[in-house]
């Protein structure tokens, strides 16, 4: 029998690069990206739940000013299983508090996962076999697991893990220690890491046994963990940004990967959008009614269902519309829109669009 897992969602993120359709107030989590009705978040929460068993084993950490929407799109969370951070400082601080709470309630052998908010997973009860399986590795081994994802394409987006000596088969997936995690890598070394076959993209999601993440959460980030654990959540102001890899996983000996293929994607940008949804029948991805005179391979987005946008001869475009906010952009820039966004701060007139 695996053991249960608490699922800790982490749905504090930005999603500046769908812009404008992501801001402050109503980031990428909340948004319905693939035409099945539920946001991000809810859907995350849905294909979770089977793992939890219940709402009362499911938890969300989150920013301040999102709290109220992760209310009303989840109205079944228990307001105690919801921790709200009074500021984002990246995932380190968020995945420390919160398992110091998980533990706080079910004591350091309980088993947490933490999963972000805005990915989207094709074979939902593979997925959920494939945590399971990670949580008996987790246990068995006392061992932070993390899933590797196996790559299809020599991706430079996503951070890669090399596995190590392999440590055993668990729910009939093999498990490997960690050798290294390496930053996003330029094409040429990403081909590399492909073509070696033992290494895969870094999900960042981790399973574990709460006392072992807050063992090595003290070993590694002392500072950070004395604050938390005399202050709690009061400690955030005084907290660095950290990540949880450069905080712990790239420094820990009780990293485990699995690498995994249940059909996944990160949903980083307005690409992802045509991953999931384009059709060999049609030249472009259309959220839109859209006439289109010679415009092929381009993504056409409006939140307005009355509007209608027009393009003429345009290859490889992402074409947005939201409220009084246009995005017009190549594909191949899209990771630049944070830059557009970061500008559009700068200037006070436009603060009203972010």
């Given at each position: 029998m695996p053991p249960t897992v608490i699922p800790v969602?982490?749905?504090?993120?930005?999603?500046?690069?769908?812009?404008?359709?992501?801001?402050?107030?109503?980031?990428?989590?909340?948004?319905?990206?693939?035409?099945?009705?539920?946001?991000?978040?809810?859907?995350?929460?849905?294909?979770?739940?089977?793992?939890?068993?219940?709402?009362?084993?499911?938890?969300v950490?989150?920013?301040?000013?999102?709290a109220d929407g992760i209310r009303q799109q989840l109205p079944e969370l228990p307001e105690s299983n919801l921790l709200v951070e009074p500021e984002g400082k990246d995932t380190a601080p968020a995945v420390a508090w919160a398992t110091l709470e998980v533990a706080k309630r079910h004591g350091d052998s309980a088993v947490a996962g933490f999963f972000p908010a805005d990915h989207w997973i094709a074979d939902e009860a593979g997925y959920r076999d494939t945590l399971r399986a990670a949580a008996k590795l987790a246990v068995d081994r006392g061992a932070i697991a993390t899933l590797g994802i196996t790559p299809t394409f020599p991706a430079t987006g996503y951070g890669y893990i090399e596995q190590g000596s392999a440590v055993g088969e668990f729910g009939e997936l093999m498990a490997y220690q960690v050798a290294r995690f390496t930053e996003k890598p330029d094409q040429a070394t990403a081909e590399d890491f492909i073509a070696s076959g033992s290494f895969s993209w870094n999900s960042g999601m981790f399973i574990f046994p709460a006392g072992v993440m807050l063992a090595e959460l003290d070993a590694h980030a002392p500072e950070m963990m004395a604050s938390l654990r005399s202050q709690g959540v009061d400690a955030y102001s005084q907290l660095a940004k950290l990540s949880i890899d450069y905080a712990v996983m790239e420094k820990t000996d009780k990293a485990c990967v699995m690498p995994v293929a249940f059909g996944w994607d990160d949903l980083g940008d307005w690409n992802a959008v045509e991953r999931l949804l384009k059709s060999p029948e049609k030249p472009n991805v259309e959220m839109a009614q859209h006439l289109c005179l010679e415009t092929t391979g381009s993504i056409v987005y409006t939140s307005d269902e009355d509007e209608v946008i027009v393009t003429i001869g345009l290859e490889d475009v992402v074409v947005v519309r939201d409220g009084k906010a246009t995005l017009i952009v190549h594909k191949s820039r899209t990771q630049d829109i944070k830059k557009a966004v970061k500008a559009l701060g700068a200037n006070e007139k436009f603060h009203h669009l972010l």
């Open positions: 969602i982490l749905a504090g993120g930005k999603g500046e690069r769908f812009w404008p359709v992501s801001r402050r107030q109503h980031p990428k989590q909340f948004l319905c990206l693939d035409g099945s009705g539920f946001s991000l978040l809810q859907a995350t929460a849905n294909r979770l739940l089977p793992l939890a068993e219940s709402w009362d084993s499911l938890w950490i989150t920013a301040g000013h999102l």
